[in-house]
Structures are given as structure tokens and as C-alpha cells.
């Protein structure tokens, strides 16, 4: 599956335009509360705990994504987007959503 922020692939025509397919993950405050005890890793201003959590959640919101088109017959996913978003009480979550558009290549 190829996969592009772009709206085209260099060497490649879009023959089809499948669907607006999207991947979402809702990361709990409990995920933040082992975070905050693994803050002791922090180097730089930067904190691995936290850049783990947040790649792992940004992989599965592509990785649900990624399958949604591949339900479509979809070769490519152009135009992807990710949004990162506080939610809940206090915004005591965070969301990562993935979206992009489902298509098929020559």
C-alpha cells in the first residue's frame, strides 16, 4: 500500500477514487499516568515514554486506516492527514486520527 500527503503519486495516474477512509485511536489518562512515572527518561527536553506512546498510537490509527482501504481494493492512500486532539473530561485523553483517500492505481 502506498501511502502519500500528497494528492498524487510521482510515475503513477489514479484510475479510481475509492473512498474517504479514516483511522482513529483514543489513547486512556491511565496510558499519561505510566507515562508520568517513566518521566525520569526525559533527555534533551524530550521524553522517549511519551514519543513511544504517541508513535504507537499514530501507527494503529494508520494501520486501521490502512485496512479500510484495503477493504475498498485500494492501492494507494493519497491526501493523508493526522490530527492529534485532546479529549474527554479535562482532556484527559488523546486522540490520533488518521484520514486520507482510498485509490486505485494504474
Known sequence: ?????????EGR????????VTGETIIGAN????????I?????????????VLREAKD??????IDRARRYGADAIVGIDLDY??????GGMLMVSA????????
Open 1 to 9: 500500500m502506498l501511502l502519500t500527503t500528497t494528492q498524487s503519486i
Open 60 to 65: 494503529t490509527a494508520m494501520a486501521e486506516m
Open 31 to 38: 496510558i499519561f499516568k505510566d507515562f508520568l512515572a517513566g
Open 40 to 52: 525520569r527518561d526525559i533527555v534533551g527536553g524530550r521524553s522517549g515514554s511519551y514519543e513511544r
Open 99 to 106: 484520514s486520507g483517500t482510498a485509490v486505485k492505481l494504474s
Open 13 to 20: 495516474s489514479i484510475v479510481e477514487y475509492k473512498a474517504i
Open 85 to 90: 486532539e485532546t479529549v474527554g473530561k479535562n
